[in-house]
């Protein structure tokens, strides 16, 4: 079930001013919950990919709906009636561990750049939902994103896996062994420096 909601409530948790009407805000709406989505926090929107990436039809259909309470970053109560809306503006609507996920969110994304956003969304919403593998997934966002450069994808990547893709203690232990040589080499560079 679509949670506008719960969305109002990640953005108010973020600091994220919205602003429905300008379309880079939207942009950055839609990737927000897509991320956040991706990473646990179901809100209940479906995406798909489109030209900017992930997208919610249903999201943006909401967005416009609910305009006065995204923008003010106010809830309905669970309890409002059809005729007389009761908004509550107090009352979290996010668990500790969701909370948690959006400090994290907001520690990967702190400058919230829409290309950033759109970037990472586009490339954690590929590897997950399509299932492709990290090559796979890199290849197919340039693709569709030719208007990026290198940096700006090798950036919005790094944020997606820092956000989604937690290594293992397997993974970790086989990034040690693969990092000694470079380390070896380190180590002996600044003892020649030093």
């Not at 039809?57 to 409002?80: D, F, H, M, P």
């Not at 750049?113 to 197919?140: H, P, R």
Request: proline share 2%.
């Amino acid at each position: 079930m679509r949670d506008i909601n719960k969305a109002i409530a990640c953005f108010r948790e973020l600091g994220f001013k919205p602003n429905v009407d300008n379309f880079e805000n939207r942009l950055k709406m839609q990737k927000i919950i897509c991320l956040l989505e991706l990473m646990g926090i179901d809100c209940g929107f479906k995406f798909s990919l489109y030209v900017r990436g992930a997208y919610s039809r249903e999201l943006t259909e909401l967005l416009y709906s609910k305009k006065q309470i995204v923008e003010g970053l106010k809830t309905e109560s669970a309890c409002a009636k059809r005729t007389s809306v009761e908004v509550r503006t107090s009352t979290n609507q996010l668990s500790k561990e969701e909370i948690s996920k959006i400090e994290e969110f907001r520690g990967a994304m702190h400058d919230m750049k829409a290309s950033l956003l759109e970037i990472a969304a586009t490339y954690a919403f590929i590897a997950s939902t399509l299932g492709l593998d990290n090559k796979e997934a890199t290849i197919k966002l340039k693709e569709m994103k030719p208007f990026y450069s290198e940096g700006e994808i090798a950036v919005g990547i790094s944020r997606a896996k820092l956000l989604l893709f937690k290594p293992t203690e397997k993974d970790l232990d086989s990034l040690k062994e693969e990092m000694k040589p470079w380390e070896a080499a380190a180590d002996e560079d600044a003892r020649k420096w030093a």
